[in-house]
């Protein structure tokens, strides 16, 4: 099993900025692609942003330009400097791993707990 465990949300206002870890332990699972997702009430999850292990990213339209994703792969650990923050960016974030077991061909995605970034007006 791997573990994701997430810090660094919380309240800022509008225009401010925060910083999400989220820290994996991962056994002999080989991490592919590490990322955030989040969601918002009455939302579907969505990609905020994800990068590979070669150091890649891809980020949200919506986010493009404000968040960076960075990755420590000896650390296996990923982060998200989110700047000029948004009401509308307010959601539960949530840590995603993907990757394979040793031996294995199957792509399994793990998932952190979630924490809540709130971003007042």
């Known amino acids: 099993q791997v573990q994701l465990v997430e810090s660094g949300g919380g309240l800022v206002q509008d225009g401010g900025s925060l910083r999400l870890s989220c820290a994996a332990s991962?056994?002999?699972?080989?991490?592919?692609?590490m990322g955030w997702y989040r969601q918002a009430p009455g939302t579907q999850r969505e990609l905020v942003a994800i990068?590979?292990?070669?150091?890649?990213?891809n980020y949200a339209d919506s986010v493009q330009g404000r968040f960076t994703i960075s990755r420590d792969n000896a650390k296996n650990t990923v982060y998200l400097q989110m700047n000029s923050l948004k009401t509308e960016d307010t959601a539960v974030y949530y840590c995603?791993?993907?990757?394979?077991?040793?031996?294995?061909?199957?792509?399994?995605?793990?998932w952190g707990q979630g924490t809540q970034v709130t971003v007042s007006s």
């Open positions: 995603y791993a993907g990757g394979r077991w040793p031996s294995t061909f199957s792509y399994i995605n793990y």
């Open positions: 991962v056994s002999t699972f080989r991490i592919e692609a």
């Open positions: 990068v590979n292990s070669g150091g890649s990213a």
